[in-house]
């Protein structure tokens, strides 16, 4: 893994070329690719050489819908081998066109079906709490259009119950919901008890902000940010 | 005499002494009973509410950290409701967990068809291998429990207000050889044993019992059956659930196979546990007529 290249995130667009196929869901994969990156970039305390290690962060992909985002960020994080890009979709591939936990060794969860991610983080962070009064943060990536699965509104609302402070929901809102959220995304989240933070999804600094932002003093809450892209 | 789900809260709170990654994940549903789990191991009992999909994840989240999940509530709302969160969040993702049912396929059926699930061994069958429990006395559950936790795969416990007489003290995955007979076999499942041993008197038949339903015992199956099979399967849940895995044991034989148990679940009806069993033909006389005519 040592001779592996790194990139940076202007070379993503040119890694993202090379998986090819029938993946329907490019406009969702570029939705994710500014957090994605911001996250592995300079968030996550997690890297080539601590996959395995218990006191990792862990990153949930719950939307895993439109994954060549996540694949080239891995891949510009030393974490998978670009030749693997080429493979996308392939039978023997690793790369699906949702990611598999099995299958590539720095994914936490299997996914593409909607609405399951929340709840597995919760049962992470909690199991997480429980074993270290200074336990990983646990991230969970969702979409907005997620948001319509009733599991999800379940987890939600557990959370804030059990004080996940290690706990962060990422929402990429592309108003892709079909009926929206008139009350507005964070204010569903923060009437269950989280803490929540509106950024500009492409914007990197922000991003940061909001994401390493460790909430309360107590942190006894969960925090959402959700990150809002035009396109 | 102690229920199946008195015995089950002991065998939890025995399990979550001796096994320090032990978690229970509750919906609610048996909360008070196992209150001094609760009590003896702080946070790891983990009631979520009324909220199925969440207990299945949470516990999926909790075996990605190296715990051993436990989710115990009614039956169609731990196998039928979240199913694609079992499919999804346990099974797809590899993890080990344990399930534990009661209310089983009619077990209190003033309820209605909302609270029944004869379906849930057949549908947890299309999932992949997994190890399912069916005890037919109280006495036998906790053996079974500790079964269930000890699987390298989903494990399933059904628990039940039926009971046969007495327990059957085995606590091997093989199935009992209760009686031995010449005219062909039935495999007694859980509770249906009783029923079963009345049905039979006088016919001359073998009656296996079996609590371990998934893996399928077949070596005992086959030990019995002799070169031409007739094998009757009595199940406490959808008849023919078990019959492609009796299928698979006698594949290479000339055999014949009668699946009984409940053929009808949408009775629109409620009234007594006894009722549903002469309804669905698992009453003794029912067992009997339909064994009569097959042989």
Same mark, same amino acid.
């Given at each position: 893994?040592?001779?592996?290249?790194?990139?940076?995130?202007?070379?993503?667009? *040119?890694?993202?070329?090379m998986m090819?196929?029938?993946?329907?869901?490019?406009?969702?994969?570029?939705?994710?690719?500014?957090?994605?990156?911001?996250? +592995?970039d300079?968030?996550?305390?997690?890297d080539?050489?601590?996959?395995?290690?218990?006191?990792?962060?862990?990153?949930?992909?719950?939307?895993?819908?439109?994954p $060549?985002a996540? +694949?080239?960020?891995?891949?510009a994080?030393?974490?998978?081998?670009?030749?693997?890009?080429?493979?996308?979709?392939?039978?023997?591939?690793?790369?699906?066109?949702h990611?598999?936990?099995?299958? &590539?060794?720095?994914?936490?969860?299997?996914?593409g079906?909607?609405?399951h991610?929340?709840?597995?983080?919760?049962?992470s962070?909690?199991?997480?709490?429980?074993?270290?009064?200074?336990?990983?943060?646990?991230?969970?990536?969702?979409?907005?259009?997620?948001?319509?699965?009733?599991?999800?509104?379940?987890?939600?609302?557990?959370?804030? #119950?059990?004080?996940l402070?290690?706990?962060?929901?990422?929402?990429?809102?592309?108003?892709?919901? @079909?009926?929206?959220?008139?009350?507005?995304?964070a *204010?569903?989240?923060e009437v269950?008890?989280?803490?929540?933070r509106?950024?500009?999804?492409?914007d990197?600094r922000?991003?940061?902000?909001?994401?390493?932002?460790?909430?309360?003093?107590?942190?006894?809450?969960?925090?959402?940010?959700?990150?809002?892209?035009?396109? | 005499?102690?229920?199946?789900?008195?015995?089950?809260?002991?065998?939890?709170?025995?399990? $979550?002494?001796?096994?320090?990654?032990?978690?229970?994940?509750?919906?609610? &549903?048996?909360?008070?009973?196992?209150?001094e789990?609760?009590r003896?191991?702080?946070?790891?009992?983990?009631?979520?509410?009324?909220?199925?999909?969440a207990?299945i994840?949470?516990a999926?989240?909790?075996?990605?950290?190296?715990?051993?999940?436990?989710?115990?509530?009614?039956?169609?709302?731990?196998?039928?409701?979240?199913?694609?969160?079992?499919?999804?969040?346990?099974?797809?993702? *590899?993890?080990?967990?344990?399930?534990?049912?009661?209310?089983?396929? !009619?077990?209190?059926?003033?309820?209605?068809?909302?609270?029944?699930?004869?379906?849930?061994?057949?549908?947890?069958d299309?999932?992949?291998?997994?190890? &399912?429990?069916?005890?037919?006395?109280?006495?036998?559950?906790?053996?079974?429990?500790?079964?269930?936790v000890?699987?390298?795969?989903?494990?399933?416990?059904?628990?039940?207000?039926?009971?046969?007489?007495?327990?059957?003290?085995?606590t091997?995955?093989?199935?009992? #050889?209760?009686?031995?007979?010449k005219? *062909?076999?039935?495999?007694?499942v859980?509770?249906?044993?009783?029923?079963?041993?009345?049905?039979?008197?006088? $016919?001359?038949l073998?009656?296996? !019992?079996?609590?371990?339903v998934?893996?399928?015992?077949?070596a005992?199956?086959?030990?019995?059956?002799?070169? @031409?099979?007739?094998?009757? &399967?009595?199940?406490?849940?959808?008849?023919?659930?078990?019959?492609?895995?009796?299928?698979?044991?006698l594949?290479?034989?000339?055999?014949?196979?009668?699946?009984?148990?409940?053929?009808?679940?949408?009775?629109?009806?409620?009234?007594?546990?006894?009722?549903?069993?002469?309804a669905?033909?698992?009453?003794?006389?029912?067992?009997?007529?339909?064994i009569?005519?097959?042989?």
């Amino acid at each position: 893994m040592s001779s592996l290249p790194a990139y940076r995130y202007e070379d993503l667009a *040119g890694l993202i070329r090379m998986m090819t196929g029938d993946e329907k869901h490019d406009a969702s994969a570029h939705s994710t690719l500014d957090v994605l990156w911001v996250l +592995y970039d300079s968030v996550l305390k997690v890297d080539r050489g601590s996959i395995n290690d218990p006191t990792r962060d862990r990153l949930m992909i719950s939307k895993g819908h439109g994954p $060549m985002a996540l +694949y080239a960020v891995l891949v510009a994080k030393q974490m998978m081998t670009v030749d693997e890009l080429r493979t996308y979709g392939q039978f023997d591939s690793s790369l699906g066109w949702h990611p598999d936990r099995l299958r &590539i060794e720095a994914v936490e969860i299997s996914s593409g079906s909607l609405g399951h991610g929340l709840a597995i983080a919760i049962g992470s962070a909690y199991g997480l709490k429980l074993r270290s009064s200074s336990p990983p943060q646990v991230f969970c990536l969702l979409g907005d259009g997620e948001l319509d699965e009733g599991s999800v509104h379940e987890a939600i609302a557990l959370a804030a #119950r059990l004080g996940l402070g290690n706990l962060t929901a990422v929402v990429i809102d592309n108003r892709s919901s @079909t009926h929206g959220w008139p009350a507005g995304i964070a *204010g569903r989240f923060e009437v269950e008890g989280w803490v929540a933070r509106t950024v500009a999804g492409r914007d990197h600094r922000a991003l940061e902000a909001a994401l390493r932002y460790q909430g309360s003093a107590q942190k006894a809450e969960p925090r959402v940010v959700v990150c809002e892209i035009d396109s | 005499m102690q229920t199946m789900r008195e015995a089950f809260f002991d065998g939890v709170v025995e399990w $979550m002494a001796a096994d320090e990654k032990a978690m229970v994940v509750l919906a609610d &549903i048996s909360a008070a009973g196992l209150r001094e789990a609760s009590r003896n191991f702080p946070g790891r009992v983990l009631n979520v509410g009324i909220r199925e999909q969440a207990a299945i994840g949470v516990a999926a989240g909790l075996s990605l950290e190296g715990f051993h999940p436990l989710v115990h509530t009614y039956v169609p709302f731990l196998i039928e409701r979240p199913f694609e969160m079992i499919k999804d969040d346990l099974f797809h993702q *590899g993890l080990v967990a344990t399930l534990v049912s009661i209310g089983a396929s !009619y077990d209190e059926p003033g309820y209605g068809r909302t609270h029944q699930c004869p379906e849930d061994v057949a549908l947890l069958d299309t999932l992949g291998p997994s190890t &399912i429990l069916v005890p037919g006395h109280a006495d036998e559950v906790v053996p079974l429990l500790q079964r269930a936790v000890s699987s390298d795969t989903v494990g399933y416990l059904r628990l039940s207000i039926a009971m046969n007489r007495r327990p059957i003290r085995n606590t091997t995955a093989t199935m009992t #050889r209760v009686v031995i007979g010449k005219n *062909g076999v039935v495999i007694a499942v859980g509770p249906m044993l009783d029923a079963v041993l009345d049905a039979t008197q006088g $016919m001359d038949l073998t009656v296996l !019992y079996a609590t371990t339903v998934r893996p399928f015992d077949a070596a005992t199956l086959r030990e019995v059956a002799g070169p @031409t099979p007739k094998v009757v &399967i009595v199940e406490p849940y959808l008849a023919g659930t078990s019959s492609p895995v009796v299928e698979r044991a006698l594949s290479d034989l000339p055999h014949r196979i009668l699946a009984l148990g409940v053929s009808h679940p949408d009775l629109h009806r409620y009234g007594s546990y006894a009722d549903h069993d002469l309804a669905q033909g698992l009453d003794p006389a029912g067992i009997a007529s339909a064994i009569c005519a097959f042989l």
